[in-house]
């Protein structure tokens, strides 16, 4: 197994309260990426991150920021929770080319009540 | 823009039957394309893939084959077992970030 690790696995909060997930990896893989994973959409990315301090958006970014100090650590935050934003989010790991595959995280079970 | 189509699920077959999830995509350039699979309470993992038009992947019984003219890359199984239930992803991607674009996925349930 590809060595990612996501924490927590499983978080229940409030709406309006900050929620940071993180996301660490120790395969030294360039690309980071956050998904969400919804019934119907399949996954969607949020944002990612080709290097120490260079992300970029995906698709779904609204209400997300992220952080990348450090090559094994991607940090995704919800500045204020809100109920849309309960979903299951994966981290993923790559290199980049588009002939390889990403390795994904065993998720992040995330419920904003 | 880039987008991939999966058949709608779920998908209930018995065990040994025959299996097809069709995937179609629009995509610009020359995409990679891939089959993910997540197992209950897991992450996604790759089956298979191919990285040009007219190849063919293949695991654990699994097959796919990009076709170009018809922009398909469609899932097929011989015979399932019931350990083949799980959700069915197929996704490409286009550019050398490594992006994924998913298509909805399908669940399979195959009973005994």
């Known amino acids: 197994d590809a060595g990612i690790t996501q924490s927590p696995r499983h978080k229940v909060t409030e709406t309006g309260t900050p929620v940071t997930l993180r996301c660490h990896q120790t395969e030294n893989h360039r690309y980071m990426y956050w998904y969400r994973q919804d019934p119907g959409h399949g996954l969607r990315l949020i944002h990612y991150?080709?290097?120490?301090?260079?992300?970029d958006k995906g698709e779904v970014s609204d209400g997300y920021s992220v952080s990348r100090s450090k090559t094994e650590d991607f940090l995704l935050t919800l500045e204020s929770a809100t109920s849309s934003q309960t979903s299951v989010y994966f981290c993923?790991?790559?290199?980049?080319?588009?002939?390889?595959?990403?390795?994904f995280g065993q998720g992040t079970r995330l419920t904003v009540v | 823009g880039n987008s991939v189509t999966q058949m709608e699920g779920p998908v209930t077959l018995s065990e040994e039957a025959f299996l097809t999830i069709n995937c179609t995509y629009t995509a610009t350039g020359y995409p990679s394309l891939f089959w993910y699979v997540q197992y209950p309470g897991e992450g996604l993992q790759l089956l298979l893939k191919a990285t040009k038009a007219d190849d063919k992947g293949s695991n654990k019984g699994f097959e796919a084959t990009y076709r170009k003219e018809t922009t398909s890359f469609h899932l097929e199984k011989g015979s399932v077992q019931v350990s083949d239930s799980a959700v069915y992803f197929c996704a490409l991607t286009s550019s050398n970030t490594g992006k994924l674009i998913f298509g909805q996925g399908t669940t399979l349930q195959v009973k005994p």
């Open positions: 993923a790991i790559s290199e980049g080319d588009r002939r390889t595959e990403a390795f």
């Open positions: 991150s080709y290097g120490v301090k260079d992300t």
